[in-house]
Structure formats: C-alpha cells, structure tokens
T-cell receptor
Framework: GDSVTQMEGPVTLSEEAFLTINCTYTATGYPSLFWYVQYPGEGLQLLLKATKADDKGSNKGFEATYRKETTSFHLEKGSVQVSDSAVYFCARHSGGGADGLTFGKGTHLIIQP | KAGVTQTPRYLIKTRGQQVTLSCSPISGHRSVSWYQQTPGQGLQFLFEYFSETQRNKGNFPGRFSGRQFSNSRSEMNVSTLELGDSALYLC??????????????FGQGTRLTVV
C-alpha cells in the first residue's frame, strides 16, 4: 500500500543552522504531498503542500520540492529558530476514493539557542 | 473564524467501556476525517465523512465507528475499549473530501487513556 518514510530523529540543531528533513513516498499514482507541523499539546497544522511533480511548496521560510524521479519531498529551511522546535510530518494523499492522508512517523526537531 | 473543536480534550476510561468523542468542524466545512495517533503506529486514518455518509474507512476493527450529523458535526465511538486504544484522536475538517487539493484543518485532539 501507500507509504511515506521520513527520518524520525530527534534532530537537534543550533539556531540559524540549515535544516533538511528527508521524506520519500511510494510511487503509486500521482499523489499530492504535504508537510504538517505539530507543536506540543496541539493538533497538526499544514505547513506546505505540492500537488504535482516539480511543484515547490513554501511557507514561513520552509520549502519542499516534489521530486517524482526520486519520489522525494524533502523539507528545508535556511536558518532555523528556537520556535521551529516541533514534530514535522510528511504526508501523501492520492485523492479520489483514497483512504485519507498517509503520514510518515514524524521527525522531532529540537533547536537549541 | 473558529477552528476545529474537539471535545473532550482528555478522557480516562476503563477496559471494556465505550467512549464517544465529538468534533465540530470549521463553519462551512462538510468533510470530517478522524485519525488515531500513537507513539508506536504514528498517525493512522480511521474514517472520513461527507454529507452524513462515510466515504472511506481505514484498517480498524468494527469497534471503531462514527457518524456525521446534518450540521456536519461528527462523533466517533469506540466500544469494548482495550488498553491499546489509548491514543490521541485527531479530527480534521475540510471544505470537500478528497484531500488532494484541499487543506485539512486539524483540531487539538482528544487524549484517550484506557486503564
């Protein structure tokens, strides 16, 4: 079935460091791809999305590009802040009659001042 | 406008009991999906409702059920609770179902603990 694989962490970085969180997905169909963020005690918030190959999603300094050739959707940010500390989830949705969003296991990101 | 509201936020139940969780979607949103989040399995899709009809169901036993009302509010029910049902249950609402181009807005979740 459909699946999403991402590094689980925790990933610990210093403030202003460059961030990459890897995400790969199964190539069944032509899914839309998403990054969600979960802050402690909260639900999930959509961070960015891309609906077709070569699309780049961006928001709040975060970016991810839909790479069909490598079935990847890696999340990047040039300079992280302490407030970026959270759990990040990569997800896919095939649309139509598909069974909801398929999430990766989540990556716990810790930014130290 | 108000976000997705889930009640209650926390719940403690005993094995064998049943529980009902509630979700009020964003005003105007007609699609509601439910997810279970556990440390071991991560986030797993439970079911999706649109216009009071269940559109899709994930791979969960029949003890897990849900429904949607005419005002789009949704409830999920878990009967004969097991220890393994302890989880954060998240509700997501969207304008229409499908998810491909539609943003899903999540509530804060209901933390269910089964003892």
């Amino acid at each position: 079935g459909d699946s999403v694989t991402q590094m689980e962490g925790p990933v610990t970085l210093s403030e202003e460091a460059f961030l990459t969180i890897n995400c790969t997905y199964t190539a069944t169909g032509y899914p839309s791809l998403f990054w969600y963020v979960q802050y402690p005690g909260e639900g999930l918030q959509l961070l960015l999305k891309a609906t077709k190959a070569d699309d780049k999603g961006s928001n709040k300094g975060f970016e991810a590009t839909y790479r069909k050739e490598t079935t990847s959707f890696h999340l990047e940010k040039g300079s992280v802040q302490v407030s970026d500390s959270a759990v990040y989830f990569c997800a896919r949705h095939s649309g139509g009659g598909a069974d909801g969003l398929t999430f990766g296991k989540g990556t716990h990101l810790i930014i130290q001042p | 406008k108000a976000g997705v509201t889930q009640t209650p936020r926390y719940l403690i139940k005993t094995r064998g009991q049943q529980v009902t969780l509630s979700c009020s979607p964003i005003s105007g949103h007609r699609s509601v999906s439910w997810y279970q989040q556990t440390p071991g399995q991560g986030l797993q899709f439970l079911f999706e409702y649109f216009s009071e009809t269940q559109r899709n169901k994930g791979n969960f036993p029949g003890r897990f059920s849900g429904r949607q009302f005419s005002n789009s509010r949704s409830e999920m029910n878990v009967s004969t609770l097991e220890l393994g049902d302890s989880a954060l249950y998240l509700c997501a609402s969207s304008l229409v179902p499908g998810g491909r181009n539609t943003e899903a807005f999540f509530g804060q979740g209901t933390r269910l603990t089964v003892v």
